[in-house]
């Protein structure tokens, strides 16, 4: 599959970069052969406008619609969003408000529904766990997460347990182990979950 992206960024206070138009990314897709276009890189949520406008254009044309989101959405947005959906990986850090509020400056809650309603619309949905030293990677809190998945979302839903890197603000961190991430496979597959898969290994 063919990836088309457009890059703005600022720099001295001038954005530089290419604009695409969502008429664009539709016919670059078409021309490129993707079966669809994923909105990731950033938040979809933050351009959801632009996004909403392409995704119209690219299910008249054949083609899904792909969302890599945080799921931090209000139910307003989130009923814009649905009819032009086809799949989604949302970011679950853990059932755990915590994390979220001492992180995120939020709580889980909003995201758990954000999966619940894409679930119960018929929408692909997998789920990434980034699991970070000190932060989320307790055997009890990766029990919570698989647990939550699977009475909420269903067995069959997929798992993604992904592997940490410091980076940025978290730069003095040590990246996860691969024994964790065995440990949190464990857990899924003990609280039933059938798809699980790990990344960034």
Known sequence: MAIISVHISPVNGNNFGTPVSPEQHVQRALAASCPAIAYTYSEPTMFIEYALDTMKLARAAGLKNV?????????????????????????????????????????????????????????????????????????????????????????????????????????DQQPTSRATLKIAAELGQAAGLRNIHLGNV
């Open 67 to 171: 969302w890599v989101s945080n799921g931090y959405i209000t139910e307003e947005a989130l009923a814009l969003v649905i009819p032009y959906l086809d799949a989604a990986n949302i970011d679950l850090k853990g059932p755990d408000d915590e994390v979220y509020a001492r992180y995120c400056g939020a709580t889980a809650q909003p995201v758990m529904d954000t999966l619940r309603r894409l679930h119960q619309a018929g929408v692909h949905i997998e789920i990434t766990t980034l699991i970070v030293p000190g932060v989320n990677d307790k055997p009890q809190q990766l029990a919570a997460t698989a647990a939550w998945i699977a009475v909420s979302l269903g067995p069959d839903l997929p798992w993604h347990i992904s592997r940490f890197f410091p980076a940025w603000r978290m730069s």
